[in-house]
């Protein structure tokens, strides 16, 4: 079994440079990872990894990917260099970790002050693989709409630096895996499900995951199953897939008038080949959810019987998260991935992240995932969190103290009466006897 992450400074602070991630979330996943000692464990870490237009292109339209990739300002425009830069604010903070405790940077950790200093440490590698645009015309109204760089998703600052290095961090994963070796690989900047093949949407510009699953079958895999555990319906990767006998994608995702992306419905499943939605309503809770999958998710998996896996991790359904529609916990919601997982032991196992919009929450979900999944291989991990101690106090690293208003504990979020709030289930247990009906189980 080899272990597989595609993570490191450079990569979580490049991830920090779409909007919605606050300017922390991948910055403070990759530094809870690290001060757990998980990376330790891992066979290979890929550093940050540029794609190239013609890896985008393998799903996205020519057209699509060049206004993408083509900013709408110059690198070398000083206001970048002296502008306040308030995304990659955590650089100071670390640098101040280090320079006031007693723990010694190993020196693998790189924190830069702007985007022009990232831009500028990869300045060739962006330039060669943006080799292949031509001039591009600015955008018009009409471009932004007809490309969906609007609301949601708008153009911004370094927006190709962002793209090529998270779809760069998901395909670097295939580098190391072959055909006799079962694999565990991890990106949890990845993820982007709703991205179209020449549309943006839902803060995903770029799916990755459509492109890493037309990777593995490239690359011999046959058959290929895709969960979705998003809050939100992973409209991008099913659509993309709707008509394939050989690529089953299952999105368990929240479905009710008005919430994005308002399709995921049963009925739409019905001219599809393998197909699967499984839409429930607000406040599921971890009982459901374990439900769902042993009565519904695991028979259809079994029957389908795919060669390796893709799950998005996403982890707006946990408790605390800003949505707030869910109730998952971070042990629940782990146990449902674990389940899945432990039914391709002998396969190839790809675990992506996703939504999640409380990055002190989304933090300790990865780095629990991570040390759960060693742990299923039989990893001898020293430094796995304690679950049996609602006490225990997060380890000491750079970004401490941003945990402060929660007391710094490990649990906060899955304690009763502290951050956790109970939520009326609106799903019932004939809503899965409908799903199994209607999927003949």
């Not at 990232?118 to 943006?130: C, D, P, Q, T, V």
């Not at 429930?280 to 019987?305: A, Q, R």
């Not at 300790?364 to 759960?372: G, N, P, Q, W």
């Not at 679950?387 to 906060?412: A, G, M, P, Q, T």
């Amino acid at each position: 079994m080899k272990f597989i992450i595609s993570t490191s400074s450079l990569q979580c602070q490049i991830a920090d440079i779409l909007p919605c991630n606050n300017g922390k979330k991948a910055q403070l996943i990759f530094a809870l990872i690290r001060a757990y000692g998980l990376l330790d464990y891992f066979d290979h870490v890929n550093d940050a990894t540029v794609a190239t237009i013609k890896d985008m292109t393998k799903f996205h339209t020519l057209d699509y990917v060049k206004h993408l990739l083509t900013e709408e300002f110059t690198y070398n425009s000083t206001e970048y260099i002296e502008k306040e830069d308030q995304v990659l604010r955590l650089a100071e903070v670390a640098r101040k970790f280090y320079q006031d405790s007693d723990v010694e940077d190993d020196n693998q950790v790189l924190w830069f002050d702007n985007e022009y200093e990232l831009f500028r440490y990869f300045k060739e590698e962006f330039n060669n693989a943006n080799s292949e645009i031509d001039d591009v015309s600015k955008l018009d109204d009409k471009d932004f709409t007809k490309y969906g760089l609007q609301h949601d998703c708008p153009k911004f600052p370094f927006l190709s630096m962002y793209l090529q290095v998270i779809v760069g961090g998901t395909l670097s994963l295939l580098q190391h895996i072959d055909h006799q070796t079962p694999s565990i690989a991890i990106n949890w900047d990845g993820g982007r499900h709703h991205a179209l093949k020449h549309y943006a949407s839902g803060f995903c510009y770029v799916n990755d995951i459509v492109l890493l699953i037309q990777s593995l079958r490239r690359k011999g895999w046959k058959r290929v199953t895709y969960i979705d555990f998003d809050l939100h319906y992973g409209d991008g990767v099913a659509k993309a897939f709707r008509f394939s006998e050989n690529v089953q994608t299952i999105s368990v995702h929240l479905y009710e008038p008005g919430f994005f992306p308002g399709t995921g419905s049963l009925e739409e499943t019905r001219n599809s080949k393998q197909m699967v939605n499984l839409p429930v309503l607000h406040g599921m809770d971890d009982k459901y959810l374990l439900e769902l999958i042993s009565s519904v998710i695991t028979p259809l998996i079994e029957t389908f019987n795919a060669e390796c896996i893709v799950i998005q991790c996403g982890s707006d359904g946990l408790s605390g998260d800003k949505y707030n529609e869910w109730q998952l916990s971070i042990r629940g919601l782990t146990h449902a991935i674990i389940s899945i997982m432990d039914m391709f032991r002998d396969k190839q196992v790809f675990l992506l992240g996703g939504g999640g919009y409380n990055e002190l929450l989304v933090s300790r979900f990865y780095t629990y995932l991570t040390s759960k999944v060693l742990e299923l291989y039989g990893n001898n991990i020293s430094s796995s969190i304690p679950e049996d101690d609602s006490e225990v106090l997060l380890r000491d690293h750079e970004f401490i103290e941003l945990y402060k208003d929660e007391n710094y504990r490990y649990w906060s979020y899955d304690n009763d009466g502290e951050q956790k709030t109970s939520l009326q289930n609106d799903n019932k247990k004939l809503h899965i006897e409908e799903l199994k009906q209607f999927y003949h189980l």
